[in-house]
């Protein structure tokens, strides 16, 4: 027969484990959410770069280092959304290949889409 200590110590690990697996499920909904505005960024900074580069064409004006900026930028929230990512598999079990992003099982060596070493 279990004591009372023993039953209390069971209920305290389903409790724990429950409030671990609603916290896990709330920072992958932020992770998502989060990539998602930052695909967004994207999108309106590749926008704005075909705006400045119209305008650039068509007022003759040197626009090179601006443009470098606005890659560094787009470079910088890539590297934002792998970093996420790679979060988000890591609470699903799981491997991203870094050379061609594709999902992998925790136990592989090599990348099933790409043949890169994990
Ligand atoms: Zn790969």
Known sequence: MATIDEVLGKAKDVADAAGKKASEIVRKTQIRMEINSLEKEIAATFEGIGRLV???DKSGEDIAELKEDL???IEALRKKIDAL???LCEYNGAIRCKACGAINANDSVFCSKCGEKL
């Open 54 to 56: 119209y305008d650039a």
């Open 71 to 73: 890659y560094k930028t």
């Open 85 to 87: 990512r790679d979060e």
